[in-house]
Nanobody
């Protein structure tokens, strides 16, 4: 059974930092492209960052220079380091694992950026 379990969300003030983690099980983690998506209230889910099996990363323009995605294949875990957080980063953040037609999602972790 495939499981993606996110953690690390919470309430943080503007300018603060959080690190999200996503622990994967039931898949050959090292071959999957791992991604972080987010969905804000009333908006569609959007891709924030992704990292390929070759550790090639990509980012949504609005988070470039502030967020960093990384993976640890030995721990089957993907991370999202979020710095200089802004209120507009408030959303539920979801972990995604993708390999051809295989497409798995976690249940999400909520991030709230507010003073």
């Amino acid at each position: 059974q495939v499981q993606l379990v996110e953690s690390g969300g919470g309430l943080v003030q503007p300018g603060g930092s959080l690190r999200l983690s996503c622990a994967a099980s039931g898949i050959d983690f090292s071959i999957y492209t791992m991604g972080w998506y987010r969905q804000a209230p009333g908006k569609e889910r959007e891709l924030v960052a992704a990292i390929t099996l070759n550790h090639r990363d990509s980012y949504k323009d609005s988070v470039k220079g502030r967020f960093t995605i990384a993976r640890d294949n030995a721990e089957n875990t993907v991370y999202l380091q979020m710095n200089s957080l802004k209120p507009e980063d408030t959303a539920v953040y979801y972990c995604n694992a993708r390999y051809f037609q295989d497409d798995y999602w976690g249940k999400g972790t909520r991030v709230t950026v507010s003073s």
